[in-house]
C-alpha cells in the first residue's frame, strides 16, 4: 500500500535526478536516491535547500534580464 514516492532532486553522488520520500512523511524522515541510496538528508533540510535553490534561480534569472536591459551604457570602473 505505501508506494514509495520521487521527487525532482539532483543526488550529488551518482548524478541520478530523482529521490525517494519516506513512505510516512515527516519532518525527521530522511530522503534518499533512487539509484545509489545516498541519504540526502531530513526532509525538512531537502525542502529548505529546494527553495534556496529555486529562490537563487529566479534571483539570477532576474539578474540576467537586467543585465540584458539596454539601459544606457554599463560602465563599471
Ligand atoms: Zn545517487
Known amino acids: ?5 520521487t521527487f525532482a532532486y539532483p543526488c550529488a553522488k551518482c548524478g541520478a535526478g530523482q529521490a525517494i520520500l519516506p513512505a510516512k512523511i515527516e519532518a525527521m524522515s530522511v530522503v534518499q536516491c533512487v539509484q545509489c541510496g545516498r541519504k540526502h538528508g531530513r526532509l ?3 525542502q529548505k535547500q529546494l527553495a534556496t535553490k529555486a529562490r537563487e534561480e529566479s534571483f ?5 534580464i537586467y543585465r540584458n536591459r539596454p539601459t544606457g551604457k554599463n560602465r563599471s570602473s
Open 44 to 46: 525538512d533540510e531537502v
Open 1 to 5: 500500500m505505501t508506494k514509495p514516492i
Open 60 to 64: 539570477q534569472k532576474m539578474r540576467q
